[in-house]
Structures are given as structure tokens and as C-alpha cells.
């Protein structure tokens, strides 16, 4: 799937040194990112319904390249999970910008998922968006300290039912581990990623 840009923004909280550095924030405005479900793209792309469909797991790329990754949206899109994935793409880079700089390191590994509520009600409020963002930040302020960091941003999702087109939200989750080479960088985004996966587990859990 197509990879998104990096971009950074400003935090709705101040950093910690004792937890994984996360934040989330509201992109609604008129140029703000929005996401199509489903979707599709000119040169063969499209939205692969994993949630109903967990057999089409294996044509995804992104999956078989980086098979954290994999188990990542094998775990978002169970049947015991309030949420589902619409999008992801993962990678290296050696470019850091003034929020890296508090981790020291020379190379990162990041990727991005987009996360949708499976309940149909859920995916058209706000409220419910802005509360499940402040919840999960909560839970990976408590997790000890690792050299990685994680964004969760509420943009606008256009939900084709039928013949309508109705304006609801999605979230997209971005990931990153830091460390001295490709390598060490990936260990630690794998770390964060399933520290993220397990605080969708207990929020799935609580309902």
C-alpha cells in the first residue's frame, strides 16, 4: 500500500522520559489527509477487507515484507477487536527531524496503519474517536521506558454504503523505533508495535 508521508505535529501532552513518547491530534481542517473505505488506486492498489477476509493477509506486500507488521493487523482485525486496518506501509529512513532528536540515534523504522471502529455507529462519532485516542496514550504512558515513539491522528473517512457516501473518521496510527543501525531501529518499532497492539487488546476488552 502506498506509503504516507511523515509528518510531525505538536503534542497535546508534554514528552516523558518513562514510557513510550506518544501523542495524538485532530486533522479536520479542508487540506487534511482523508481516506476513501474502500478504496482503490490507478496502478492496482486497493482495500482488502481483512477483517471479514483474514485469508487475503497473504497478498499483502506489506505483510510478507515485515512480518511484525503482519501479526500486527492479524491481531487489529480478530474478531475480539473493536477495530480493523484500511491501510499500512512500513520502512526505514535515516532522516530525523527536531522530535527525534531526543532519542539520539542515527536510524529509524517506522510504519503507519489506518485504524477504523468495526461498529457502524462508532466509525460516524467523534466523541467515541477522541476518547479511544486519549485512552490508548494513557495506557502507552504506563508501558517502561523504550526508545520509540507513536502518534495517533483523527482525519476524515468518506464511508461508501450503497449508493451513499456518508462523512465519518478513521485514525491513523503511526510507529516508530530508534537505534544506532537499520536493525536495532526495527527491534525497537517491533517492541512498540506490540505494546500498541495489546492496548487495542485491552481496549477491545473493556468495550
Not at 96 to 112: H, L, P, Q, R, W
Not at 177 to 206: C, H, M, P, T
Amino acid at each position: 500500500m502506498r506509503r504516507r508521508v511523515e509528518r510531525r505535529r505538536l503534542r497535546h501532552s508534554p514528552p516523558r522520559q518513562d514510557s513510550v513518547q506518544a501523542d495524538f491530534a485532530v486533522e479536520l481542517a479542508a487540506e487534511d489527509e482523508t481516506l476513501e473505505l474502500p478504496w482503490a488506486e490507478g496502478d492496482g492498489l486497493r482495500y482488502y477487507d481483512l477483517k471479514r477476509q483474514p485469508e487475503l493477509l497473504l497478498d499483502l506486500e506489506e505483510a510478507r515484507r515485515t512480518p511484525e507488521l503482519g501479526e500486527f493487523l492479524t491481531a487489529v482485525n480478530s474478531s475480539v477487536s473493536l477495530m480493523e486496518t484500511a491501510k499500512c506501509d512500513a520502512w526505514a529512513t535515516t532522516e530525523m527531524n527536531v522530535e527525534d532528536e531526543i532519542f539520539g540515534a542515527a536510524c529509524k523504522f517506522g510504519s503507519y496503519v489506518d485504524l477504523l471502529f468495526t461498529d457502524q455507529v462508532s466509525r460516524f462519532s467523534f466523541p467515541q474517536h477522541e476518547q479511544w485516542a486519549k485512552s490508548i496514550i494513557q495506557l502507552l504512558k504506563r508501558v517502561p521506558e523504550i526508545p520509540s515513539s507513536a502518534e495517533f491522528l483523527i482525519r476524515r473517512c468518506f464511508y461508501h454504503q450503497g449508493n451513499e457516501i456518508r462523512e465519518g473518521f478513521y485514525m491513523t496510527s503511526y510507529l516508530f523505533g530508534y537505534g544506532d543501525d537499520e536493525s536495532q531501529a526495527r527491534q525497537q518499532w517491533a517492541i512498540g508495535l506490540k505494546l500498541v497492539e495489546n492496548a487495542i487488546r485491552q481496549l477491545s476488552a473493556a468495550g
